[in-house]
DNA sequence: TCCTATGTTGTCAT
DNA sequence: AATGACAACATAGG
């Protein structure tokens, strides 16, 4: 049995969209595609007579994640680019009835059986590829988080004149961080999320490094439910009224780079 | 009514 | 050319 997704989960970061691969795998695979509903066409990067032709008669045979990115291999020529934006979620049923709120597109499976893509805000988008490398680079899209090494972190935002945490999020060096794992990361780390990138040492950069690959290991573990998370994990307190797991103050929210971020001021050194 | 939301992208200024 | 700041996108919920 597979794993069972834990319903409305809209937080699509890597850990996340690592559930809805896997549940892709549970579900989806080699089953031949007979229709393809879309609900609201500017979900799709392609005309839709382009995603029927490409997909019909075809089925699903494979899936990789990078960074916050699906892309899922079929037994034609394309390559299914999915991502979920602000919002979303996969859904698998049979029944009529059983059709969720907010589903965009729709693959229906020659068993009755569909694949639904959720997308409540509409952030969302569906698209076609031929090459994941290619489409890769030509985005811009930075290798997936968990894949690279210290020094593929370091180099490309040790000068950077933004604040850590901008850097963090910009999906062009490796791709994956979002903003609630950036903030836990500089919790973590112990550091303030605006203080400027070049003004850290390569010892704060090395710790940054770990503290982001012990999270992410730490969020697919738990297949991103973070109540079961350590307590010592910021994301249980990261909210108004929350405060510090170690010296116990208020937690503040400011924003940085436009984003939302909560910090605990004693705790975190802005450098 | 106003504000916020876990993301990306295009535009503009430096 | 490259970098960084910021608005825009669409919708729901507090």
């Given at each position: 049995?597979?794993?069972?997704?834990?319903?409305?989960?809209?937080?699509?970061?890597?850990?996340?969209?690592?559930?809805?691969?896997?549940?892709?795998?549970?579900?989806?695979?080699?089953?031949?595609?007979?229709?393809?509903?879309?609900?609201?066409?500017?979900?799709?990067?392609?005309?839709?007579?382009?995603?029927?032709?490409e997909?019909?008669?075809?089925?699903?045979v494979?899936?990789?994640?990078?960074?916050?990115?699906?892309?899922?291999?079929?037994?034609?020529?394309?390559?299914?680019v999915?991502?979920?934006?602000?919002?979303?979620?996969?859904?698998?049923?049979?029944?009529?009835?059983?059709r969720p709120?907010?589903?965009?597109?729709?693959f229906?499976?020659?068993?009755?059986?569909?694949?639904?893509?959720?997308?409540?805000?509409?952030?969302?988008?569906i698209?076609?590829?031929?090459?994941?490398?290619?489409?890769?680079?030509?985005?811009?899209?930075?290798?997936?988080?968990?894949?690279?090494?210290f020094?593929?972190?370091?180099?490309?935002i040790?000068?950077?004149?933004?604040?850590?945490?901008?850097?963090?999020?910009?999906q062009?060096?490796?791709?994956?961080?979002?903003?609630?794992?950036a903030?836990?990361?500089?919790?973590q780390?112990?550091?303030?999320?605006?203080?400027?990138?070049?003004?850290?040492t390569?010892?704060?950069?090395k710790?940054?490094?770990?503290?982001m690959?012990?999270?992410?290991?730490?969020?697919?573990?738990?297949?991103?439910?973070?109540?079961?998370?350590?307590?010592?994990?910021?994301?249980?307190?990261?909210?108004?009224?929350?405060?510090?797991?170690?010296?116990?103050?208020?937690?503040?929210?400011?924003?940085?780079?436009?984003?939302?971020?909560?910090v605990?001021?004693?705790?975190?050194?802005?450098?």
């Amino acid at each position: 049995m597979g794993l069972q997704l834990v319903k409305n989960i809209d937080m699509p970061e890597l850990p996340e969209v690592e559930n809805y691969r896997i549940y892709l795998e549970d579900t989806s695979m080699n089953r031949l595609i007979t229709g393809i509903e879309i609900v609201d066409q500017r979900l799709i990067k392609v005309p839709e007579d382009v995603l029927q032709n490409e997909l019909i008669n075809k089925s699903f045979v494979s899936s990789r994640r990078i960074g916050k990115y699906l892309f899922i291999s079929t037994s034609g020529t394309q390559i299914l680019v999915v991502h979920f934006g602000l919002t979303g979620n996969l859904e698998f049923y049979k029944d009529v009835e059983d059709r969720p709120k907010y589903a965009q597109v729709l693959f229906h499976f020659n068993d009755g059986f569909t694949l639904a893509y959720l997308s409540r805000r509409k952030f969302g988008w569906i698209d076609l590829a031929n090459d994941i490398e290619n489409f890769r680079k030509t985005k811009k899209l930075g290798r997936d988080a968990t894949e690279i090494a210290f020094e593929e972190f370091y180099e490309p935002i040790k000068k950077s004149k933004a604040p850590i945490k901008s850097k963090l999020l910009d999906q062009k060096y490796f791709a994956g961080i979002g903003n609630w794992i950036a903030d836990e990361i500089l919790y973590q780390s112990k550091l303030h999320p605006k203080s400027m990138a070049y003004r850290l040492t390569k010892q704060d950069f090395k710790l940054l490094f770990e503290k982001m690959q012990h999270i992410l290991a730490v969020a697919l573990q738990h297949h991103a439910v973070f109540e079961e998370f350590p307590e010592y994990f910021l994301i249980h307190n990261r909210k108004d009224g929350g405060t510090c797991y170690h010296t116990g103050d208020d937690l503040v929210r400011i924003e940085v780079g436009g984003r939302g971020s909560y910090v605990s001021p004693e705790w975190q050194e802005k450098k």
